[in-house]
């Protein structure tokens, strides 16, 4: 017997408490255990989930090693607590509530006669009971510096993806009808149980118990899902001696970890540009020189890289990611980029390069792209098995939704080896999202690499601000790459970061970066803030003529004439409609139309992968002289970023001057595959379809000439010095210019008299942004207990200001029934995926699809996880005819243009 409150509770009647049950599966092979009843324990479940815990943190060593520096501890002491802490998240089951939820299986010789009592949620009654007398006490013993438990009570008990109330966290267990002093009595032995089993000492000395939250709600629930597995944890005899059990489940949370791919593989110990980038051996650019030496702080560090289009910079994250990895900063990388096409273009440069950034072993290591196809080890896949083993829908929670969740491709990358995916994926680790704690916990195991900072807005930059700093607090490392970023951008990351540290005033470290230098390394760690100039290579030296196009009618006369002559050209619009509108033109005039080709992001998944792989086929580094010559490329943003594009002309849309540079950089990048000689047009130009700067008599003076496009980016003053010191200069001098141009367009000088209230309007909206992004992203300080207690599931949340936004997912219609537009090679949750498409809410105009198909979409969702049932189901016609109704226009849609709407005929 084991001592309790006011009593003691026989071992056997603690187990007499069930935990889970497979009867709603079906399993009529399980053993039976008490006449007819089969079951799991509770306290086998809590021993099971505190096993995987302390194995998870031992068998990760280094990251075990950054958690306990931060929080000023020692790492075997914290891995014991965690452990414990992890363990107890299931006491609320010690509870009349849930033991009623299976009739049969009533604990009466503890609890008596049944009652009927309605299950408020055990993890509610989880809260409750940790906050009673002695379980309260015994933490309070634990943490003998924390001053208040609460967010730590919040963490272990919110393990199904949201924080309790104030309500659970203030009610008395003993007067509650759902608990009373028997389940007291069972819960607190529980918890005994575990202590004794684990042997935790007091962690005096930890004190930030608001930090610890987030992390340590993130280690419940991955406990708590892998710890649900029936593959790896099968149902037990109840007369298993409690310390024999201990030691079983201690083995299989190894094997389940070893078996689901998730214990850290070993990092390459001397990493070498040989190894996974051998072009870079002979002739490294500078800033690759610098990073590959440059030295490592102890604990947390980022480093931000500013170099130019073509200089390297991927390779050079991923040979400082290498050595952070061999340091022990991370067990792994995830590759954060601003759009879809460009994660799938870094998916595919790490495929052939990823596995030789660790040590060879039997399990290869995972990558995976976060949206979209994916590869994966099979010990990984193993993740898609359903391991839901409980009795009822709310208990179901962590294990199947983790499930289900953790498999997703949009997720799985932060427990992936090497993962690369938008950073909109990692941006919802800061919202206020239903298991983010999932997402935090993942990525602070990963070197986390931010390519194309400059691209964020005010909003974006508040989320990537509330990123850096929640993972500093977390103990990780990161890399943010740049060609164009100011110094406010730099700076505004280096205090995120240093907050995350825990430094007390982070404004002095930030103040301490100043450099105008370009190229530049930046490095922030704990204390010190440093800047160093790698120089720059000759052979990247190069100067753009940059010329004003009046028109678009401009615009497709040069398009044309300079691929009549063989050249190849990329025309960038700043909107969809104004893309579709050029490309339609172009294809018109062209002598031979296939030689035009159309790249939006207004395509379902699947056709847009399509496109962007023929895009990097015929335009990319190793396109044949045939492939490109004589071709155009009509499209918006997605080509401006970390694509490797290379094109003889561009003309583009008049954008902020930052963009206007990545635009520039898609020209004369392969000069080894394509020198000069060898090209169809004397040099590399810029022209810019813009009205002139010098003639502004009103405030809309960019519609006439850009029309749609005139609204996309609405900083009136950015675009009007854009264009003012773009074409004072006339050219764009490589890197001489980028800073200068950054610093004098984003100075917030003045604009002639047409457009000031304008710009005071776009700075008021600019501010606003800010200011909403900072309310919306978690508040760190206040720990996981500050959380609302009611959290979306769904993936529609603001990571971007912006329109609200629809995502649809397209489909045929065969045999009386709803099919998937885009085909996966019979995998049907793929195939939806690919099949989706993101659009407007106004582009819209009300538009949904019509009530008949209500019940054909209510058939194909029935097997959706949670946060996708949201989404529509649009049925497109054989001739294009998209099945929406309640609009003013009608919609189509071809794997060709994309969606586009017309007016009604």
């Known amino acids: 017997m084991v001592g309790g409150w006011g009593g003691e509770v026989e ?18 092979s399980e053993t039976v255990f008490n006449d007819t009843r089969s079951y799991k324990p509770a306290l086998h479940h809590l021993i099971d989930v505190a096993a995987v815990a302390l194995q998870w943190q031992q068998l990760n060593p280094a990251r075990l090693e950054r958690e306990a520096a931060l929080l000023k501890v020692r790492p075997e002491g914290l891995a014991k607590l965690a452990a414990l802490l992890a363990g107890v998240h299931d006491l609320g089951k010690f509870s009349r509530g849930f033991q009623a939820k299976v009739p049969e299986l009533w604990p009466d010789q503890v609890l008596g006669q049944r009652e009927q009592l309605a299950d408020r949620g055990h993890w509610r009654n989880t809260a409750i009971l940790l906050r009673a007398d002695p379980i309260y006490r015994e933490l309070k013993n634990l943490l003998p510096g924390v001053h208040n438990n ?23 267990a003993l007067r509650d009808p759902q608990l009373g002093k028997q389940c007291v009595d069972a819960a607190y032995t529980a918890f005994c149980i575990l202590r004794d089993l684990l042997g935790p000492q007091p962690l005096s000395s930890l004190k930030q118990a608001a930090q610890w939250s987030w992390s340590l709600s993130g280690l419940v629930t991955l406990a708590d899902w892998i710890g649900s597995d029936r593959h790896y944890f099968a149902f037990a005899s109840l007369d298993t001696p409690i310390e024999e059990y201990w030691l079983l489940a201690s083995e299989r949370a ?45 604990g947390a560090q980022l480093f931000i890289i500013e170099d130019t289009t073509g200089a390297g910079k991927t390779e050079a994250a991923i040979m400082l990611a290498a050595r952070m990895m061999a340091a022990g900063k991370g067990e792994g990388l995830y590759f954060a980029l601003p759009t879809m096409a460009t994660a799938n273009a870094m998916y595919d440069r790490l495929q052939g390069v990823y596995d030789k950034l660790f040590e060879a072993s039997s399990q290869h290591p995972s990558l995976v792209l976060a949206h979209g196809r994916s590869q994966l080890s099979a010990e990984f896949r193993a993740m898609v098995r359903s391991t839901a083993m409980s009795h009822g829908s709310e208990d179901e929670t962590t294990a199947a939704f983790c499930a289900q969740w953790i498999a997703d491709d949009r997720r799985r990358a932060f427990y992936a080896d090497v993962g690369a995916g938008t950073i909109d994926q990692a ?29 964020f807005d005010a909003y974006m930059g508040e989320e990537l601000s509330a990123l850096l700093e929640l993972h500093a607090q977390n103990g990780g490392s990161a890399i943010v790459l740049s060609a164009t970023l100011s110094l406010e951008q730099r700076r505004n990351m280096a205090k995120a970061f240093a907050q995350g540290l825990g430094l007390r005033d982070p404004d002095d470290l930030s103040d301490q970066l100043c450099s105008k230098a370009y190229p530049l390394l930046t490095s922030v760690a704990l204390g010190s803030a440093e800047e160093c100039e790698p120089g720059f290579d000759s052979a990247l030296r190069r100067s753009v003529p940059v010329e004003r196009l009046p028109d678009r009618t401009a615009a497709a006369t040069q398009a044309l004439a300079a691929a009549k002559k063989g050249a190849a050209v990329l025309v960038i619009c700043n909107a969809v409609d104004e893309t579709i509108a050029v490309h339609t033109s172009l294809t018109e005039q062209m002598d031979v139309p296939q030689r035009v080709h159309l790249f939006h992001a207004r395509f379902a998944q699947g056709d847009r992968q399509a496109i962007e792989e023929n895009v990097l086929r015929r335009f990319g580094r190793e396109a044949k002289a045939t492939a490109r010559a004589g071709h155009i490329l009509v499209a918006t ?16 849309d008049l954008a902020p001057v930052d963009l206007i540079i990545q635009r520039a950089g898609r020209m004369w990048r392969h000069l080894d595959q394509r020198p000069p000689k060898s090209r169809p047009v004397e040099g590399p130009r810029l022209l810019l379809v813009s009205p002139d700067p010098e003639q502004v008599e009103d405030k809309n003076w960019l519609e006439p000439v850009l029309g749609k496009a005139a609204f ?39 604009v002639p008299p047409a457009l000031e209230e304008k710009q005071l309007e776009a700075e008021g909206q600019e501010g606003g942004s800010r200011s909403l992004g900072h309310y919306n992203v978690v508040d760190l300080k206040g720990g996981y207990g500050h959380l609302p207690t009611e959290l979306s599931s769904t993936e529609d949340i ?14 045929r219609i065969e045999k009386g029934r709803l099919v998937p537009w885009c085909a996966a090679d019979n995998d049907l949750k793929r195939a939806w995926a690919l099949s989706e498409i993101r659009v407007r809410e106004q582009f819209l105009g009300g538009a949904e699809p019509p009530p008949e198909d209500q019940a054909l979409q209510k058939q194909v969702k029935s097997d959706w996880p949670e946060w996708e049932r949201a989404i529509w189901i649009v049925a497109v016609e054989k001739d294009g005819t998209m099945r929406l109704e309640g609009a003013d226009r009608d919609f189509i849609y071809s794997s060709e243009q994309g969606m586009k709407k017309l007016p009604h005929e």
């Not at 056997?12 to 009529?28: E, H, I, P």
């Open 11 to 28: 071992e056997a009647y603690l187990l007499a408490f069930w935990g889970k049950t497979s009867r709603s599966y079906g399993d009529s």
């Open 254 to 298: 190894e094997q389940a970890l070893r078996g689901k791919g998730l214990l850290p593989r070993l990092p390459k110990s001397r990493p070498s540009y040989a190894l996974f980038a051998p072009q870079v051996t002979d002739r490294p650019r500078p800033m690759q020189k610098l990073v590959e030496a440059t030295p490592l702080a102890a």
């Open 637 to 652: 943003q997605v080509v401006e970023q970390s694509l490797d594009l290379d094109f003889d002309l561009v003309i583009s």
């Open 712 to 750: 996309v980016y609405q900083h009136a003053g950015v675009m009007w010095r854009s264009a003012k010191a773009l074409f004072d200069a006339g050219r764009i001098d490589t890197p001489d210019s980028f800073r200068p141009l950054i610093e004098c367009v984003y100075a917030k000088e003045d």
């Open 150 to 172: 609460a967010p730590i009570i919040a963490a272990v008990a919110g393990h199904h993806g949201q924080p309790p109330g104030g309500n659970e966290l203030n009610a008395r």
């Open 427 to 455: 941006f919802l680790s800061i919202l206020r999202k239903k298991h983010l704690t999932l997402r935090q916990y993942g990525l602070a195991g990963r070197i986390l690499i931010v390519d194309e900072a400059h691209c």
């Open 798 to 811: 603001g990571t971007r200001l912006g329109e609200p936004t629809v995502t649809l997912r397209l489909a």
